[in-house]
């Protein structure tokens, strides 16, 4: 098993597509990438704390490639946008990969520049590419949100 971690803003939506992939074994949301030691989301919504929200993704390789972990992460959130996605605005809703090896540290910036390339956004991705730091598990009543309430999606 490997792991990945993403910031594409709320980090419900982005848990729920994540979970439902063929491949994926575990998901769990949480907070990266910031200064405070073990900040809860009253923390990180104060804009204060350099967190991002995110979704570790625990996947079997042989199932699912971090390639196709990457090219769904560019489809599910607006990857120009810089630190707000939809409604949500603030640097926790940064779009962000946090690579865990060199390896996926050259995919996801191979990836970055074809989707630059590409021509299909009229403005330049904002998404950050830095190696992951510790993740900061979110409080249990955000993890599955959606799930817990029915719900396949919010925004997104």
């Known amino acids: 098993m490997e792991t990945a971690t ?10 729920e597509t994540f979970r439902n992939m063929p491949g994926v074994t575990d998901t769990a949301v949480g907070y990266m ?13 104060t804009d204060t ?18 390639d196709q972990l990457v090219e769904a992460f560019w489809k599910l959130h607006d990857p120009t946008q ?3 996605q939809g409604p949500d605005f ?3 809703y940064r779009s962000a990969i946090f690579v865990a090896s060199p ?4 995919a996801a910036r191979a990836s970055k520049a074809a ?4 021509g299909r956004l009229r403005r330049p991705v ?10 900061w598990r979110a409080e249990d009543y955000h993890q599955q949100y959606l799930a817990k309430r029915g719900q396949s999606h919010c925004h997104i």
């Open 6 to 15: 993403f910031g594409a803003g709320c980090f419900w939506g982005v848990e």
């Open 33 to 45: 990438g910031g200064d405070l030691d073990n900040p809860t989301y009253r923390d990180v919504c």
């Open 49 to 66: 704390t350099n967190h991002a929200e995110v979704v570790q993704v625990t996947f079997d390789p042989a199932k699912i490639s971090f």
């Open 82 to 84: 810089v630190n707000r």
């Open 90 to 92: 603030g640097s926790q």
């Open 103 to 106: 390896e996926q540290d050259r």
């Open 115 to 118: 989707l630059e390339a590409s």
């Open 126 to 135: 904002a998404t950050e590419i830095t190696p992951a730091s510790t993740f």
